[in-house]
């Protein structure tokens, strides 16, 4: 706060940030979107750290928090499990199909029927090769038996 000596006004300095420093960039850090083990503990130590030493935590509720950081790993243990056989279960499909006539829809809205001659497991979906072109498994609408 400043007074001009002339007019006798009070003025009020606002400070402004420069443009260097720690106030110019950007945080580097990117926020975890979801809650791991990691997270959890690191709640309870801190909980555990800076609780009142005259009113210590209420060992029921330390307990239950310890459970529920147990069934929070299995769940994620279960999800990690369910996420693997989905993705087993699609490949042992698209092995099962090579050597049979699948049909597919193309790009172009058509219906193509070919013969499955191999299969990719390069990416997250298996692909199948029909007639020479490389197939999503997902976009096979229809499998026959070879003609013999």
């Known amino acids: 706060m400043t007074i001009d000596t002339i007019s006798g006004n009070i003025t009020t300095a606002v400070p402004t940030l420069a443009a260097s420093g720690m106030y110019s960039t950007s945080a580097n850090r990117t926020p975890k979107q979801s809650m791991d083990s990691e997270v959890f503990m690191s709640l309870l130590v801190t909980q555990l750290r800076n609780q009142d030493p005259s009113s210590p935590m209420d060992t029921n509720q330390m307990i239950s928090q310890t459970t529920q950081l147990a069934m929070m790993e299995k769940m994620t243990e279960l999800a990690t499990t369910g996420q693997e056989d989905f993705s087993l279960q699609m490949r042992i499909a698209a092995a099962a199909i090579v050597g049979k006539d699948v049909t597919y829809t193309g790009q172009d809205g058509k219906v193509i029927t070919g013969v499955a001659s191999a299969v990719s497991f390069a990416g ?15 976009v096979i609408s229809g499998i026959t038996n070879k003609a013999a």
């Open 124 to 138: 997250p979906v298996p692909q199948v090769t029909v007639g020479g072109v490389e197939v999503s498994l997902d």
